[in-house]
């Protein structure tokens, strides 16, 4: 039998989701998928109410697909993991003049991302990406714009010693920054039975990015069965979202997102050009490819894309409709409309010779671009809103 998480709009309250865990498991061939203990939940996540429950049944908040659910075997989830990631993660001392963490930029108030074109991080350094939400990446995938994280374990690491982001020195320096904090001496031996490490560090910060969950949106409503849960225009913008628009080509599947990368030509327009997953597996059809990025909460997350480049889904449908910025690597999804599946790929092969296909448009109206930007508000849903930023943090 396999553990997992119960997650369930409770009736006391829209914005309440009942969380439920079931931790009886005899099968080790299966991931661990989830050890939230009952307790954690309520005080965790506060408006969170835990239920013991030790049937076999499993559920998630409506939408997210339990399957997806992803606890690596090393890292179980626990109360004391959750609680000492929530600390890090909100904690500016991690950075090296305490100016930074990765809330500064990951704002809970901005569905965990944030309204500035690329990042900024220490001294207003500026990055070249924008800044993703960390809402739901709870699937085993990879992590960043184009994936150079296999987990969020490995991830969580990465911006400590970025020198535009948190800039320490090195990954031993935060061990010892930490480590000169007596709270977090002792949170860790709670956590991890050890002194501070940065594989606990990592671990923590992990198991807390698996709490910031988004499901239950009207969309979830309307795919299970209630019918008045969209309006007609958000009706037929999900109509244009699965049909016309092909948007569903990549923004698949209960997240809105088949993890993978696609070159959608954006970027090809400047002088130096963003490589994107290029630059991990150094394969040219990875030239100028990101990441599907989730279309969850995506009124609270722009500006859009991966250099922020468009300020308003309106804008972003104008870029699909009128046509990508045509480049030899572009995905061939963009080329469409009046190509079936086949018929693009099969041009696909062509791509890095001359004759690369010209670029499609769309060609949908005004009024079927309102609805598909419609529907996508629509796509907005409940859990990461009950994470609060500590009130206090270790000394
Ligand atoms: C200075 C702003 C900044 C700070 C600080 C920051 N991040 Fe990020 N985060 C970003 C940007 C920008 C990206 C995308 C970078 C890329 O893809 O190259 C990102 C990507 C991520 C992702 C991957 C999301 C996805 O969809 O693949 C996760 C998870 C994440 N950050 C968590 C964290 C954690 C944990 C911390 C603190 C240890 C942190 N971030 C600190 C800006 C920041
Ligand atoms: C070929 C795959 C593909 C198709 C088809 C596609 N998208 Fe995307 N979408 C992506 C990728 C990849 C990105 C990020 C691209 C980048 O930044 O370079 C993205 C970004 C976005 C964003 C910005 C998200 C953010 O957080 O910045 C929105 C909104 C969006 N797409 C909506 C749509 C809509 C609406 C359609 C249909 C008209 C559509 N997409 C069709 C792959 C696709």
């Known amino acids: 039998m396999m553990p997992g998480l119960i997650l369930v709009p409770s009736r006391e309250s829209d914005f309440n989701l009942k969380l439920k865990t079931e931790i009886n498991s005899t099968d080790t061939r299966q991931p661990t998928k989830n050890l939230l203990s009952a307790l954690f939940c309520c005080q965790m996540l506060g408006a969170f109410v835990a239920i013991a429950d030790d049937s076999s049944l499993v559920s998630l908040p409506l939408g997210v697909d339990k399957t997806a659910y992803y606890v690596p075997h090393d890292n179980p989830m626990t109360r004391s993991k959750v609680e000492l990631g929530r600390l890090l993660f909100f904690d500016r001392r991690l950075s090296i003049n305490n100016t930074v963490s990765c809330s500064s930029c990951h704002l809970p108030s901005r569905g ?3 309204n500035t074109k690329a990042a900024i991080g220490i001294k207003e350094k500026q990055g070249n990406r924008n800044t993703p939400t960390i809402i739901n990446r709870i699937a085993n995938a990879t992590q960043f714009w184009d994936g150079r994280a296999g987990s969020l374990e490995e991830q969580a690491i990465g911006p400590l010693t970025n020198p535009i982001e948190m800039g320490m020195p090195s990954l031993d320096a935060v061990v010892d920054k930490v480590s000169a904090i007596k709270g977090y001496r002792k949170l860790f031996n709670e956590a991890f039975g050890s002194n501070v490490s940065i594989e606990g560090l990592a671990k923590a910060i992990a198991s807390f990015e698996r709490t910031i969950i988004s499901g239950n949106s009207r969309w979830d409503q309307f795919e299970a069965g209630n019918s008045s849960a969209l ?16 948007c569903n080509q990549c923004h698949s599947g209960w997240n809105l997102t088949d993890e993978k990368f696609h070159n959608l030509g954006i970027g090809w327009d400047q002088k130096e050009v963003d490589l994107g997953r290029f630059q991990v597996t150094g394969l040219d059809e990875d030239k100028g490819a990101f990441k599907t990025p989730t279309l969850r909460d995506i009124s609270e997350t722009g500006p859009y894309m991966h250099d922020g480049r468009f300020a308003s889904l309106e804008k972003v449908v104008e870029y699909y409709n009128d046509g990508a910025i045509d480049n030899p690597y572009l995905d061939p ?21 001359t004759d690369a296909p010209p670029v499609k448009m769309l060609n949908l109206t005004y009024k079927e671009r309102e609805d598909l930007v419609a529907f996508m508000l629509a796509l907005s849903g409940e859990g990461w809103q009950n994470i609060q930023a500590p009130e206090a943090f270790p000394e």
């Open 231 to 246: 309006s007609d225009a958000e009706k037929r913008g999900l109509e244009i979202f699965e049909g016309k628009g092909r």
């Open 333 to 353: 999804e963009m080329q469409r409309p009046d190509m079936t599946l086949e018929e693009t790929l099969a041009r696909y092969s062509k791509k890095n010779s």
């Open 112 to 114: 965990f991302s944030n």
